[in-house]
């Protein structure tokens, strides 16, 4: 089946910094979606992504549709404790499919 | 808050026993998916309702069974549970249930099986 490959797994990193993590798929995805969630709470949806090369932008987020169809990224720019969290892609299993398939996404911890 | 509940947010039980988990969507939405969170698995697509009948199911075992009744909230169920059921459990809702729906997720039940 349809397997979404999330790195890195984990990272630790200052505020300021600026994070990048990414998500690779051997199957061809047409929507790329970036889940958050926080300690104790449900997935929130970040960034949705519908067409091959598409930048999108949420506030500090920016994530990209890759052109290959088979990948995406997600950056956080001037990271602050409260981006704290596990960060996930998902993709619906296939073409005009109501599942989504999650990656096992990236737990990211912000250092003040 | 995503406007989805879930009820109860803790469950402790044993063996062998049956629960129910309860979802209410958000007022509006006709669809509601049920996925299962596990340390091993990550997130796992159970099963979807779309306005009361099933639309699409996933790695849901036969020993769990799912409704969406008249009033739009759903039911998990969960039968002769064993040790490896133990998970956090999500319900999430969408308008119409179109894969391009955004998903609002519930708080999750978290169940543990002893």
């Known amino acids: 089946g349809q397997q979404l490959n999330q790195s890195p797994q984990s990272m630790f990193i200052q505020e300021g910094e600026d994070v990048s993590m990414n998500c690779t798929s051997s199957?061809?995805?047409?929507?790329w979606l970036w889940y958050k969630q926080d300690p104790g709470e449900g997935p929130v949806l970040l960034i949705a992504?519908?067409?091959?090369?598409e930048l999108t932008s949420n506030g500090r987020l920016t994530a990209q549709f890759g052109i290959t169809r088979k990948d995406s990224f997600l950056n956080i720019s001037a990271s602050i404790p409260s981006d704290v969290g596990i960060y996930f892609c998902?993709?619906?299993?296939?073409?005009?499919?109501?599942?989504?398939?999650f990656g096992k996404g990236t737990k990211l911890s912000v250092i003040p | 808050d995503s406007g989805v509940t879930q009820t109860p947010k803790h469950l402790i039980t044993a063996t062998g026993q049956r629960v129910t988990l309860r979802c209410s969507p958000r007022?509006?939405?006709?669809?509601v998916y049920w996925y299962q969170q596990s340390l091993d698995q990550g997130l796992q697509f159970l099963i979807q309702?779309?306005?009361?009948?099933?639309?699409a199911k996933g790695n849901i075992l036969e020993r769990f069974s799912a409704q969406q009744f008249p009033d739009l909230h759903s039911e998990l169920n969960l039968s002769s549970l064993e040790l490896g059921d133990s998970a956090l459990y999500f319900c999430?809702?969408?308008?119409?249930?179109?894969?391009?729906?955004?998903?609002?997720f519930g708080p999750g039940t978290r169940l543990t099986v002893l």
């Open positions: 999430a809702s969408s308008v119409d249930g179109d894969y391009t729906d955004t998903q609002y």
């Open positions: 199957s061809i995805f047409n929507t």
């Open positions: 992504l519908y067409k091959a090369g």
């Open positions: 998902a993709g619906p299993k296939g073409a005009g499919s109501y599942q989504l398939t």
């Open positions: 007022s509006g939405d006709l669809s």
């Open positions: 309702y779309y306005n009361g009948e099933e639309r």
